[in-house]
């Protein structure tokens, strides 16, 4: 544990649930001096108070030790609001469908922010029959290589994980696919979104620029 449950912390969920120090202090069975303590940063709740707390704001205890409430509106578990988290001791990769409270290695991790693929990271969306075949130019040595690639669709994840010294590609079923996503282990995560009269063609466009401007086209056709 590299953190631990901060007065401040318990002051802000106390007060987002409208609760006096005096009835925090009934339900953990400590005296309302104690919360006051605790809450001006003169003390520190034992830890076998953790989920008596926690319980009492209706978090989890990895909300509270970590600061960051979660409120997760994806109710109807839309794919199309994936989040990826990547560790950067492991490269271990967890996928989540809302907010989220995750640690790896210690550390907190905050969820990728996803770039438009640029110069140095170029994908390339080819239709062979039902599937996308998914090619990214990129180097794949031991210290910097594409991690994974995944294909989103509004009710399904396809995901394929990459190794050093290996292919950058990966092939996805169509299934209504909307967004791809892939994570260079240096440079962070990127996405493209499949283009109508672009990318459902079965041919692939080998020139960025001429994808580009292909791009820019159907736009100003579809929207």
Known sequence: MNQYITGA????????????????????????????????????????????????????VAELLSGNTVCNSNVAANMMKSRFYVCPVCGNVIHCMGEAVIHCHGILLQPAEAEETDEDHKIFVERIEDEYFVRIEHEMRKNHYISFIAAVSSDRIQMVKLYPEGEAQARFKLHGVKKIYFYCNRSGLFSITPVRGIDDKECGYDDTEERRELEKAAKMLFG
């Open 9 to 60: 912390v318990i002051k802000e969920l106390r007060e987002k649930n409208r609760i006096t120090q005096l009835q925090l202090a009934r339900k953990l069975g400590v005296s309302d001096k104690t919360i006051s303590k605790w809450e001006t940063g003169k003390g520190y709740p034992d830890i076998t108070l953790l989920e008596p707390i926690a319980d009492s704001f209706h978090v989890s």
